[in-house]
């Protein structure tokens, strides 16, 4: 069965991979050089809360994990759609201290068994205009897109593209358009 829904176009996305996170900070670095793209220090990981106490104990957790040791700052939020997003701070130049630290959120909540809670992560970059740009990780997909918001509820799509273009050899990048989602609103943007 699996062969034909091979041949008929019915393929499995790829799976969450969580290590892919740490390929952002070389991403970093190609988008730095080819665009004057530049970290922000700041991303953040989505997620829907679950009911219950073993939820609210693995969120305490991830909280009191990442604030262990002077750890990141980190800050809790809820959007508009329900979502819980937690957003951590880090010095710009320690992008591999702020992808451990989105990776270890990630990797706790799904170990855990909340990964099917899991959206999405983000790390925010900022353009040499100073306008914000994420690159998005969804976890269901198991691949990044970037996202720049603008004015209004507008994307520049230009842009997008033409980080799209520079990311091919540093990260899975997502190949369906339609699920480069806007992420309005997103702490880290």
Excluded at 129 to 145: D, E, M, N, S
Aim: hydrophobic content about 45%; aromatic content about 8%; glycine content about 10%.
């Amino acid at each position: 069965m699996s062969w034909l829904k091979g041949v008929l176009g019915g393929n499995k996305p790829p799976a969450p991979d969580l290590d892919q996170l740490f390929a952002v900070p070389d991403a970093a670095l190609t988008l730095e050089s080819a665009m004057g793209v530049r970290p922000t220090g700041l991303g953040s990981v989505s997620f829907r809360a679950a009911e219950g106490a073993a939820f609210a104990s693995v969120t305490d957790d991830v909280q009191a994990l990442l604030d262990a040791d002077a750890g990141p700052e980190v800050e809790r939020s809820v959007d508009q759609f329900g979502y819980t997003w937690l957003l951590v701070s880090r010095d710009p130049s320690d992008m591999a201290g702020l992808v451990t630290d989105l990776h270890a959120v990630n990797a706790t909540l799904q170990d855990n068994g909340f990964g099917p809670s899991l959206l999405c992560s983000l790390v925010g970059f900022e353009t040499p205009a100073g306008a914000p740009l994420g690159l998005v990780y969804l976890y269901k997909r198991g691949t990044f897109y970037p996202f720049a918001p603008t004015a209004d509820k507008q994307r520049d799509n230009a842009l997008e593209l033409q980080v799209r273009g520079h990311l091919g050899d540093d990260l899975r990048v997502e190949t369906d358009l339609a699920r480069w989602f806007p992420v309005w609103g997103a702490p880290g943007l």
